[in-house]
């Protein structure tokens, strides 16, 4: 009988086995037995830049974000259609996979190759299209005097429509998000 076979005898009535195998992982077995038994995969997906598959760059060219605070929002929405720019170029799913085995598949196809173009080429496209815009539009606002000598607050009519198409790309972001989660368990090859 080995040391830990003796332990474990003596104390297997005071613990479900679920219970032991949780607090053997969290005292590192697992970590142990990933490094050891598997080193090359370990040394590979937290030293080699490409294989680490386990952490998201938002920072990549052409995401639209380079450093400095982001907010949860659009953090959330870069990551995951990040996500779905590396699934389509990097997994190659219309190379790997039968898309017409049925209907379910070849919608979801149909999902993915739409929500893809829409994320790398219209998208920034619209986008850019409205920064453009902005930086071309008057001043936000100014304040003028009325008759009763109170202040009131003038809106460039651009700057009204400039609002309003943000608030239209920004509700067509959301259609689009809620579009992926609704196809991401087929997401895989």
Partial sequence: MTRFESIFTKIKPYFKASTLAAELEYLG???????FRQPWYWFRCHFVPKHKFHIL?????????????????????HACFLLLKDYVE?????????????????NAAKEIRELYRWWTVERPASRKELHDAWENCPAHSRFEKDESGAYKIIIPEEHKILTQRQWDYEQEDQRNLERLVKIRGFLWT
């Fill in 29 to 35: 077995i697992r970590f142990v037995d990933v490094v």
């Fill in 57 to 77: 760059d938002l920072r990549r060219a052409g995401n639209g974000y380079s450093w400095g605070w982001y907010d949860t929002d659009s953090r959330m929405l």
């Fill in 90 to 106: 990097l997994e190659k799913p219309f190379e790997n996979v039968d898309w017409e085995e049925n209907d379910y598949h070849s």
